[in-house]
């Protein structure tokens, strides 16, 4: 009988040594990205004021513009009296089916008499709560002049100036998040079964060599797709890979959108 020892020794060897690449940390490159958001006006009309430039810090809340509302104030004034109107109707129209109520129940009126002041009640229910939701719309289309920053981040581009006129949806200012970037990178399937939502990752970037800024991975592609064209080599473009989203700190503002990067991600 033949001794194969050797044999398995080699074997168990190699198994070994891939394994370890397997274990490894994951290398990628990438680009640096922002996560900007455009706030687009919900309304058309003059812009009357900016309330940043760009450069400005804001938080979620903080107002950037405001849309002029002048002749949609006429209106709500115009909707108030209407809902004024219905209200006093209404009131008169409660006591008349109040008092037709008390008078059939003695006796002193009929049926009808009290059906009709009921439904003449109901109808003038019906106008106020119309002219209430008039008022309401009128107040919403004001609201909506005034437009906010939905995120807190940095006011990057402020579209336009006080005075021009804009239309619904278009877009007042981006406001981006420069103290958190993100780089997508794309790892192989074999590669895949080795990351982890929450996973940490080191980031680097040529602009400094001597540190590493640290991530998170939060989004892991549940799909494959081939390769982006802006990988190198014609072989690697042909790929099919899984993207991996990394979110990097960036508290001092060091890291820029658009610079090419470097990703470790250990196991």
């Known amino acids: 009988m033949r001794n194969h020892t050797p044999i398995i020794a080699l074997l168990c060897l190699g198994l070994a040594s891939c394994g370890g690449r397997d274990s490894g940390p994951i290398r990628a490159s990438g680009t640096i990205e922002a996560v900007s958001v455009d706030v687009a006006a919900k309304t058309g009309g003059q812009i009357v004021r900016y309330a940043v430039e760009e450069g400005s810090e804001v938080r979620a809340g903080d107002p950037l513009a405001e849309i002029d509302h002048s002749t949609l104030d006429l209106q709500l004034r115009q909707a108030g009296a209407g809902v004024e109107l219905a209200r006093a109707q209404l009131d008169n129209d409660r006591a008349d089916s109040r008092r037709a109520e008390t008078l059939f129940a003695s006796g002193s009126a009929t049926a009808k008499q009290r ?38 981040g940095t006011v990057t581009t402020r579209a336009y100036e006080p005075g021009e006129t804009v239309g619904p949806g278009a877009t007042l200012a981006t406001v981006t998040r420069l103290d958190r970037m993100e780089l997508v990178i794309y790892v192989t399937a074999l590669e895949l079964a080795r990351v982890k939502l929450g996973q940490q990752a080191a980031v680097s970037v ?25 990988v190198q080599t014609r072989e690697d473009r042909v790929k099919q890979v899984f993207g991996v989203k990394i979110a990097v700190d960036n508290p001092g503002r060091e890291l820029k959108p658009g610079l090419p990067a470097d990703a470790v991600i250990r196991p």
């Open 115 to 152: 059906d009709d002041a009921l439904a003449r009640l109901r109808a003038s229910q019906a106008r106020f709560n119309q002219a209430r939701a008039a008022a309401d719309l009128v107040r919403k289309q004001i609201a909506d002049c005034r437009v906010a920053s939905p995120t807190a």
């Open 206 to 230: 040529d602009a400094f060599r001597d540190r590493t800024f640290p991530g998170t991975v939060v989004r892991i592609s549940p799909q494959a797709e081939f390769t982006p064209k802006n």
